[in-house]
């Protein structure tokens, strides 16, 4: 199985700041790589597929860069309704696997 | 609009089976496979599996090979998730969600579906 390594597991960020999440697949996935927030007692949602494309409807704030093995999701100016935990995830070969997640709190 | 609507909360004893459905909308059914993801309290997200309205094929995670079974009935344009041997470490918040053919990636979800292990 693909293990994917997200990278810090939690931050504390001010709004307005720049925000910067990592991950690292075990080995390589191309650009299969998606990102998704998720607010508690709610489901994910999809932010980034294909590693960069913006999901409709999805603020540009967000972004998403990388190929290969190391990923960057990337929130230029954080939002109140940004704080979340946001979950990186593999469909190169399944079985589909998840990072660990990175919550994101207010400072 | 694309909707995956779940059924309800499931409160089950040690070794029965549970079956969680999702009726979808907005979209033409058969052309998305449908995947299950599941999340323990307070954890991250494991997938499941896999399946095809279509075609019926499905793919499981090998954890679950052998107690997991997914299937639909295009008819209703709902998905089923079967789970059998309950165990009390299968409490989760399980998900369906539907997968873009091209990338795979996890588009629209359902809003999940409680069940609870216990005896």
């Known amino acids: 199985d693909i293990q994917m390594t997200q990278s810090p597991s939690s931050l504390s960020a001010s709004v307005g700041d720049r925000v910067t999440i990592t991950c690292r697949a075990s080995q390589s996935i191309s650009t299969f790589l998606s990102w998704y927030q998720q607010k508690p007692g709610t489901a994910p949602k999809l932010l980034i597929y294909g590693a960069s494309s913006l999901q409709s409807g999805v603020p540009s704030r967000f972004s998403g860069s990388g190929s290969g093995t190391d990923f960057t999701l990337t929130i230029s100016s954080l939002q109140p309704e940004d704080f979340a935990t946001y979950y990186c995830q593999q469909s190169y070969s399944t079985p589909w696997t998840f990072g660990r997640g990175a919550k994101v709190e207010i400072k | 609009q694309v909707q995956l609507d779940q059924s309800g909360a499931e409160l089950k004893k040690p070794g029965a089976s549970v079956k969680v459905s999702c009726k979808t909308s907005?979209?033409?059914?058969?052309?998305?496979?449908i995947n299950w993801v599941r999340q323990a309290n307070g954890q991250g997200l494991e997938w499941m599996g896999w399946m095809n309205p279509s075609s019926g094929n499905t793919g499981y995670a090998q954890k679950f090979q052998g107690r997991v079974s997914m299937t639909s009935d295009t008819s209703v344009t709902t998905a089923y998730m079967e789970l059998t041997s309950l165990k009390s470490d299968d409490t989760a918040v399980y998900y369906c969600?539907?997968?873009?053919?091209?990338?795979?990636?996890?588009?629209?979800w359902g809003q999940g579906t409680l069940v609870t292990v216990s005896s």
């Open positions: 969600a539907r997968s873009h053919v091209a990338t795979n990636h996890l588009d629209h």
């Open positions: 907005g979209y033409t059914f058969m052309r998305y496979d």
